[in-house]
Nanobody, 123 residues
Framework: QVQLVESGGGSVQPGGSLRLSCVLS????????VGWFRQPPGKEREPVSC????????YYVDSVKGRFTISRDNAKGTVYLQMNDLRPEDTAVYFC????????????????WGQGTQVTVSS
């Protein structure tokens, strides 16, 4: 089963930027659609963004469109989430997972999840 490891979280001021990385343990990253999800304090986990497998189509929830960019580097086995113009409401633990991107972003059935990385946006 593929393993995923996130990194890149941290604390930033509103308006700042962070880039999260998700490294997959298996070869052929292009076999997998990968999604980013987040769990704000005291709330349920929610989808953020997703990138499909072969054609690398990208998907975003409305709250992050225009601010976040998902990308993948198949040679490095890594999916990135570039987060710009961060807001306090983006504060959450961010997870990557093998995913289904359409019609809704969701974790893949019998998929794999990383351990999460904390993002805190505060002045």
């Amino acid at each position: 089963q593929v393993q995923l490891v996130e990194s890149g979280g941290g604390s930033v001021q509103p308006g700042g930027s962070l880039r999260l990385s998700c490294v997959l343990s298996r070869d052929r990253l292009d076999y997998y659609a990968v999604g980013w999800f987040r769990q704000p304090p005291g709330k349920e986990r929610e989808p953020v963004s997703c990138i499909s497998s072969a054609e690398a189509s990208t998907y975003y929830v409305d709250s992050v469109k225009g601010r976040f960019t998902i990308s993948r580097d198949n040679a490095k086995g890594t999916v990135y989430l570039q987060m710009n113009d961060l807001r306090p409401e983006d504060t959450a633990v961010y997870f990557c997972a093998t995913a289904q991107c359409w019609p809704v972003i969701s974790g893949a059935a019998f998929g794999s999840w990383g351990q999460g990385t904390q993002v805190t946006v505060s002045s």
